[in-house]
C-alpha cells in the first residue's frame, strides 16, 4: 500500500515560483512513474507532467512547458512539482499520482493519488 501527502500549496504572485512536494509512505516513489494533475473550480481535472520510473520527462502539458518541472527526492521518498513564472490560470488544486500508466495523461490509469493542496495565484 501506498499513502501520498501533499504539501506546499498556497498564494503566491503571478511570476512567483512554488514546489510542491508529495511525500510517499510505502513503495520508493520513484518505482513508479509519477505525476500531477489539477483541477481549476468548475473545470475537470486535467494533466500537467509525468516522469517515467526510470527518469526522464515522459510528458508535459503545453500551457506548463518550460516553466514546470517534475523530480524526485529519493532520499525523503518525496517528489515535487516545480512550478516557476506562474500565471494565474495555473490556480488549481494540485494532485500527486504514482502507478503504471500505459497512457501517462490518462488519470484512471494512475493506482495512487495524494488528497490535494490548493495554489492560487492572485496579485
Known amino acids: 500500500q501506498v499513502q501520498l501527502v501533499e504539501s506546499g500549496g498556497g498564494l503566491v504572485q503571478p511570476g512567483d515560483s512554488l514546489r510542491l512536494s508529495c511525500a510517499s509512505s510505502g513503495r520508493t516513489i520513484s518505482s513508479f512513474d509519477m505525476a500531477w494533475f489539477r483541477q481549476a473550480p468548475g473545470k475537470e481535472r486535467e494533466f500537467v507532467i509525468s516522469v517515467r520510473a526510470s527518469g526522464g520527462i515522459r510528458h508535459i502539458a503545453d500551457s506548463v512547458k518550460g516553466r514546470f518541472t517534475i523530480f524526485s527526492d529519493n532520499i525523503k521518498n518525496t517528489m515535487h512539482l516545480e512550478m516557476n513564472s506562474l500565471k494565474p490560470e495555473a490556480a488549481a488544486v494540485y494532485y500527486c499520482?504514482?502507478?503504471?500508466?500505459?497512457?501517462?495523461?490518462?488519470?484512471?490509469?494512475?493506482?495512487?493519488w495524494g488528497q490535494g493542496t490548493q495554489v492560487t495565484v492572485s496579485s
Open positions: 499520482a504514482v502507478g503504471y500508466p500505459i497512457i501517462a495523461t490518462r488519470e484512471e490509469q494512475y493506482d495512487y
